[in-house]
């Protein structure tokens, strides 16, 4: 009797709807990435993954979360689309500046390098649940 609570309880986990993660510009608060559309990708060893001349010298052990996203070329950026190999990635709402891209790759400040690359700056971003 008990395996059967346990196997409900279990269906019940999974049948619960996670809230969908979605990015808006800050500035005009246009939809400009969804979770589906990140590019996740494993923590770097922090500080001592930079070059010497861009460490900081604040605590080097110290895990610190990343302050962007990666996600797949998407089709509000016109700058990908006119064949450009890296370039800034502005809103196309506002022209504000949301991130920046390049097809070569781009070093995150956890220390992880993501190839190809387009980098989303949560700070210009407002992150929602719906």
């Known amino acids: 009797m008990s395996t059967q ?3 409900s309880n279990s269906a019940d986990l999974e ?6 993660m979605i990015y808006r510009c800050k500035k005009c608060r246009r939809i400009v990435a969804s979770q589906d ?3 996740s990708h494993e923590r770097g060893e922090g500080q001592k993954c930079f070059k010497w001349k861009k460490r900081t010298g604040d605590a080097p052990n110290e895990m610190l979360e990343c302050s962007s996203i990666f996600v797949e070329p998407l089709k509000w950026m016109q700058a ?8 800034k990635l502005q809103c196309i709402g506002c022209n504000a ?3 920046s891209f ?3 790759g781009m070093q ?3 220390g992880a390098w993501v190839n190809p690359a387009f980098q989303l700056h949560k700070s210009r971003m407002d992150e929602c649940r719906f």
């Open 108 to 110: 995150c400040n956890c």
């Open 102 to 104: 390049n097809w070569a």
């Open 15 to 20: 049948s619960e709807v996670k809230p969908q």
């Open 80 to 87: 990908v689309e006119e064949g450009n190999l890296e370039q």
């Open 97 to 99: 500046r949301l991130g």
């Open 37 to 39: 559309s990140i590019v």
């Open 5 to 7: 609570m346990e196997v």
